[in-house]
Nanobody, 125 residues
């Protein structure tokens, strides 16, 4: 069965960095659009960015552009979210999501992703 497992969350001071990982199994990893989302308490789930299948083109929400970088390793079936210069407003639970075989788009909404990880908490103080 499909499984996405995030890791790498934690607590950092403002200006610090974290790298989140999302290990995937159970589907053709290279054919999937991969997305990163986050959700803070009392707020809706927000798109952070994603990476296209094939071309590996990346996209980001404006608030993280220049600070966050998404990449993937097709051998390890793992997607990464490198977060630099973290700010308190970045505090949230972060989720990776997969849409195998889908047509990727920069404005892909959560509903367009079929599979989700359990999330990992990021706290910036």
């Amino acid at each position: 069965h499909v499984q996405l497992v995030e890791s790498g969350g934690g607590s950092v001071q403002a200006g610090g960095s974290l790298r989140l990982s999302c290990a995937a199994s159970g589907y053709t990893y290279s054919s999937a659009c991969m997305g990163w989302f986050r959700q803070a308490p009392g707020k809706e789930r927000e798109r952070v960015g994603g990476i296209y299948a094939g071309s590996e083109r990346t996209y980001y929400v404006d608030s993280v552009k220049g600070r966050f970088t998404i990449s993937k390793d097709n051998v390890k079936y793992t997607t990464y979210l490198q977060m630099d210069n973290l700010q308190p407003e970045d505090s949230a639970k972060y989720y990776c999501a997969a849409a195998p075989g889908a047509k990727c788009s920069d404005d892909a909404a959560p509903v367009e992703f079929d599979y989700w990880g359990q999330g990992t908490q990021v706290t910036v103080s």
